[in-house]
């Protein structure tokens, strides 16, 4: 078996803000790629926003298996047809992990279809990501909690839909919590919201994160063939039902 994944960064900070530079040189994108490549059974690659397509073009999409997303201050920058191309193949059945501030993407907002609004605060806080249920698989090897040193403070309300699944929830040491790590599903794809790893923190070189990811990755994969025909409407004739019936209403002659 192997999981063919996308590391997909917008890739500004890192090359704008000398801390980000420091603490991920080759990029974010290229920091997660290689905790992934940990697991040999992940074919992992990287895409980020000045390539053409935004390096998404559907043929490579129609390769991927699992698109992990990190965007912050570039959102309005992605293309709307590449939005929804991803969205098409998420509900086809690939898997989508979005990351941290991705919250506020198009393609989250896109597949939420809420605000996705939050409240933060910088301020160098402790933060303790609580795993409140310890049985999921992507909370596997993680303990009771992780311990987070320095993180961006994100705190409730986290205007999203009510998810499948609750599998984190973080503390701050200013007093708030926040729903930090929720599952969802849309048409056949899986998709995973994980709060930690703003910019300016090594958050992606802690281990039990990068464990976190590859986690994720295993439980977002749908081995089955995509759903190609997922956002299909088609019409069925009286003539075609599977049992015999006779149309009952005259005023729909047309739609037979």
């Not at 905790?35 to 992940?42: I, Q, S, V």
């Not at 895409?47 to 935004?54: G, I, K, N, V, Y």
């Not at 989508?96 to 597949?111: D, W």
């Not at 279809?113 to 160098?124: F, I, K, Q, Y």
Request: hydrophobic share 40%; aromatic share 10%.
């Amino acid at each position: 078996m192997s999981i063919r994944t996308v590391v997909w960064n917008e890739f500004k900070h890192e090359r704008e803000n000398a801390t980000v530079t420091g603490l991920y040189p080759e990029g974010i994108h290229a920091a997660i790629a290689g905790a992934l490549r940990e697991d040999p059974e992940f074919e992992v690659s990287t895409a980020t926003l000045p390539e053409p397509e935004h390096g998404l073009p559907q043929a490579r999409l129609d390769q991927t298996d699992v698109l992990l997303w990190w965007g912050h201050k570039a959102h309005d920058e992605v293309d709307d047809a590449v939005v929804e191309r991803v969205a098409q193949r998420v509900h086809e059945g690939m898997g989508l992990i979005v990351l941290h501030s991705g919250h506020y993407s198009k393609i989250f907002k896109r597949l939420m279809g809420t605000p996705c609004s939050l409240r933060w605060r910088v301020a160098d806080e402790r933060e303790r990501l609580w795993a409140i249920n310890r049985s999921h698989p992507i909370a596997q090897g993680i303990g009771p909690c992780i311990e987070l040193p320095r993180a961006e403070m994100y705190g409730e309300p986290f205007l999203v839909p009510e998810p499948m699944e609750t599998v984190f929830i973080s503390w701050f040491e200013g007093g708030e919590v926040f729903r930090s790590g929720l599952t969802y599903q849309r048409g056949a794809g899986k998709i995973f919201y994980f709060r930690p790893g703003h910019e300016t923190y090594p958050i992606y070189h802690e281990p039990a994160i990068q464990r976190v990811l590859r986690n994720a990755v295993r439980w977002a994969y749908n081995p089955v063939k995509p759903w190609a025909d997922v956002a299909e409407a088609p019409n069925v004739p009286v003539g075609e039902a599977r049992e015999r019936i006779g149309v009952r209403a005259p005023n729909d002659l047309d739609r037979t």
